[in-house]
Structure formats: structure tokens, C-alpha cells
């Protein structure tokens, strides 16, 4: 759900859920945050709205985080993030997200919960994967975090696509008058100029400057 959406309490986070799956039509709802949550997570879950909760690493509260940060490094802030999964599992969340966290802490808070577990950054034990689709797809060449692989290089693509078809258009090959145009009988055209009185004008189409 939006940043903001479901910090004020539970009727505001019911009314934003309800607003997403009546005007947004989605069919469930994710929420970032641990325990302190569990709470809005079982007023969605006890009137029908699936929720996934999502721990770790939380990039809605990345600042307070100090960054994009590896969560759960430490006995107790790893104990902090499995009480959190647990608590939301018990809520009702139908899976947990695991963000950013040892890949040991991820498998031990899979094998606990009855629930699955969608990692990012989290190692091979979960349940699942997901990666966001830039990162994966490679569509841009910002910062690439360590759990990232991409498996595509779309902004290269895209990059040699966009100049191909600027240096197209300068050179005149695009677009084509037969090919990529659509034509028009001599004596239409002619008819055309007779009504406008524009007899003297006259188009050849452009060549190629490279033909």
C-alpha cells in the first residue's frame, strides 16, 4: 500500500484497502512493517482483504533505516524480524515478503512459518523469488544492488532502437513514401491542385542521403 496509507491506524488503513480494491481493482494488498502492524494486517484479513506483509529490509522506511541496508545481521535483530513474520502470519497474512536479509535468517524464518516466503535479496531457502522488473530487465544503469542479476539489457536496446531511428529520419531512408506511406492517384492529386487553383506545385520524394 502507498507510504502513509495504513500509519494512522486501522480505519484508515481499512478505508485505503478498500479504496485500492474498489477503484484500483487490485485483489490483495502488501504492507512494510513488523510487528507494530499486525494489527491493521488482522482489521484487512478479518473482513476478507488478503494482505502479504512484508519485513526485512523495508524501503518505505529506508530513511529511518539508514540507507538500503542489510537487516537481521545480529542475533537479536534477526529474533526482531522473526517474531515480526510470525506475528503477521498469525494476523492472517496470506505470504511475507523477506527483504535484505542473511540468506541463513530467511531459510530459518521459511522452515517456522505455515505460510510462504517471497525473497529479494534474501537467498535460495524461501519459498519464492521476486526482483523489480528494471533490475531485472536492465532498464536503467543506476545503482545495482548485490542480490540484483540481470538478466537482460533493455536500456541498451532501447538506447541503439531510439538512434537508429533518429539517424533514420536525418538521413531521409525513414519513413519509406511506398513502403511505410500510403499513396494516392496521380489524378486525384491532380483533381486536388485544379480545385486550389495550385496547379505549378509539385513533391519527388526524398532520397536517402546514404542511397
Not at 62 to 73: F, N
Request: proline residues 5%; charged residues 25%.
Amino acid at each position: 500500500m502507498p507510504f502513509g496509507s495504513y500509519y494512522a491506524g486501522e480505519e484508515d488503513t481499512v478505508r485505503a484497502a478498500v479504496r485500492m480494491l474498489q477503484e484500483g481493482n487490485v485483489e490483495a494488498v502488501k504492507l512494510e512493517g513488523g510487528s507494530e502492524i499486525a494489527g491493521r494486517v488482522q482489521a484487512l484479513t478479518s473482513i476478507g482483504i488478503p494482505v502479504m506483509a512484508h519485513v526485512g529490509l523495508l524501503p518505505q522506511r529506508h530513511t529511518a533505516l539508514s540507507g538500503y541496508r542489510v537487516q537481521g545481521r545480529t542475533a537479536e535483530s534477526a529474533r526482531s524480524i522473526l517474531h515480526s513474520a510470525l506475528a503477521l502470519e498469525e494476523a492472517g497474512a496470506f505470504s511475507v515478503v523477506l527483504e535484505a536479509i542473511p540468506a541463513s535468517l530467511a531459510a530459518y524464518i521459511t522452515s517456522r512459518l505455515k505460510v510462504p516466503t517471497i525473497g529479494i535479496g534474501a537467498g535460495p531457502g524461501c519459498s519464492g523469488q521476486v526482483l523489480v522488473w528494471d533490475d531485472v530487465m536492465g532498464t536503467w544503469a543506476g545503482h545495482k544492488a548485490k542480490f540484483v542479476r540481470r538478466f537482460g539489457d533493455v536500456k541498451s536496446e532501447v538506447e541503439r532502437g531510439v538512434k537508429a531511428y533518429a539517424n533514420a529520419v536525418r538521413d531521409g531512408s525513414f519513413p519509406h513514401h511506398d513502403k511505410e506511406g500510403y499513396v494516392m492517384d496521380d489524378g486525384e492529386i491532380e483533381k486536388l491542385l485544379e480545385m486550389e487553383s495550385d496547379k505549378e506545385w509539385s513533391w519527388n520524394p526524398p532520397k536517402p542521403v546514404n542511397q
